[in-house]
């Protein structure tokens, strides 16, 4: 059976550079998920996150009988932030409990999805879940032996709770449109909610 973590973390590694620090957090019945910290370049201004862990066991369908532990969706987190605006450090434990959460809640995480930690993702922040969006941006997916599925790193944005009420009405598209319209920077740790009228 194929390791993945050391394969997913050289893979993190070409894409973001080395690690400036790391964290990890084991949550009673499940694997051990770390957070890897990168800082882009020479006092770059954008900090990122990414899951070490998640992508260890595939995610299995809530509906079905008996999990395959070899085929389903695999995922690692990302989150990119700007540096110096806020403690986003302090984010470390809540994007374990995400990534936590295929296996203690036995979701599929997605692009389109939405991820709430029911508390600030940091101290003082506006933001208590992520919007899930598509992969292969940032890191490209990582392609496994078969019968294994590929590795997708999925970004994530923070979202207001206005916002993730209003994408539960009217859709991920729908909300990622009003971003974009309103030239909002997704990854400014202090932003306000994008006007929703």
């Known amino acids: 059976m194929t390791d993945v973590l050391p394969l997913v973390e050289a893979r993190l590694r070409t894409a973001l550079g ?9 949550f009673l019945g499940t694997d051990r998920i770390e957070v890897l910290r990168f800082q882009q ?9 990414a899951t070490l862990g998640m992508s260890a066991q595939p995610m299995a369908d809530p509906t079905a009988m008996l999990a395959d532990p070899v085929r389903g969706p695999r995922a690692e ?11 986003t450090d302090k984010v470390l434990r ?5 990534a936590a959460s295929p296996q203690v809640e036995g979701v599929v995480v997605a692009p389109g999805a939405s991820l709430d930690t029911g508390e600030p993702l940091w101290p003082g922040a506006a933001f208590t ?3 899930v969006a598509e992969p292969g941006g940032l890191v490209e ?5 078969e019968p ?3 590795v997708r790193f999925l970004p994530l944005l923070p979202m207001t709770p206005n916002e993730a009420a209003w994408k539960r009405v009217h859709g991920a598209a729908a909300l990622q449109e009003r971003w974009l ?17």
């Open 18 to 26: 080395e690690p400036d620090a790391r964290a990890a957090v084991t």
């Open 41 to 49: 370049g020479d006092g770059g201004d954008i900090v990122r996150y």
């Open 77 to 87: 987190l990302l989150l990119s932030v700007r540096a110096g605006r806020a403690d």
């Open 94 to 98: 809540p994007l374990a409990v995400l």
């Open 129 to 131: 879940s992520v919007l």
């Open 141 to 145: 997916d990582l392609e496994l032996d």
């Open 148 to 150: 294994l599925d590929p």
């Open 181 to 197: 319209t309103h030239g909002t920077d997704l990854r400014d740790p202090a932003r306000a909610s994008v006007p929703l009228e």
